[in-house]
């Protein structure tokens, strides 16, 4: 069986964040290259970069943070070992996804953006996986899901668990 490796982060860094804030500084609009650096680096971006991103671009933490939160890609936290991507666009939309997706979320207890309490999955949205004639349409890491179902997706994860 093909053995999926979770993709590795660097456990978080002030002096890695700052030399990555350091970097990416020069550039134009430069808090989002920064934001994304740290976040490719550390797998998220951590409260600690707040200040330091801050003081590098002599702006506020508030107009920081106003970035991180409006921006769903960055995250606030480590994702968990599994990321599930449910994809909200309309052709899966048509497939009954809406209801689905609020089953799936009710069973592991978190709402999107999430990640279960023990670590094991992340829930987030997206807009189109090219599977739209077999919605509804998931990934599970890097596993594409035609016609997902709670059964499917828990069996998807475990694949990608084993
Ligand atoms: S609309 Fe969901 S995969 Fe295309």
Redesign the pocket.
């Known amino acids: 069986m093909v053995q999926h490796e979770p993709r590795r982060h660097e456990p978080w860094s002030e002096n890695r964040a700052a030399a990555l804030i350091a970097e990416h500084v020069h550039l134009e609009g430069a808090t989002l290259p920064i934001l994304h650096a740290l976040q490719e680096t550390f797998g998220y971006v951590d409260e600690g970069a707040v200040p330091l991103i801050a003081d590098a671009l002599n702006v506020s933490r508030a107009e920081v943070h106003g970035c991180i939160t409006f921006y769903h890609d960055f995250r606030r936290a480590p994702a968990g070992r599994h990321q599930v991507k449910l ?1 909200r ?4 939309q048509a497939m009954g996804s809406d209801a689905l997706h609020a089953e799936i979320l009710a069973g592991l207890g978190i709402d999107w953006h999430e990640t279960t309490p023990d670590g094991r999955v992340t829930v987030e949205p997206v807009y ?5 004639a077999n ?3 998931a990934l599970v890491d890097d596993l594409p899901v035609a016609r997902l179902t709670v059964d499917g997706l828990q069996s998807a994860i475990k694949e990608m668990a084993s």
Not at 89 to 92: F, I, Q, R, S, V
Not at 128 to 132: I, K, R, S, T, Y
Request: charge should be negative.
């Open positions: 994809c666009a309309e052709a899966c189109c996986l090219g599977l739209c919605g509804p349409g």
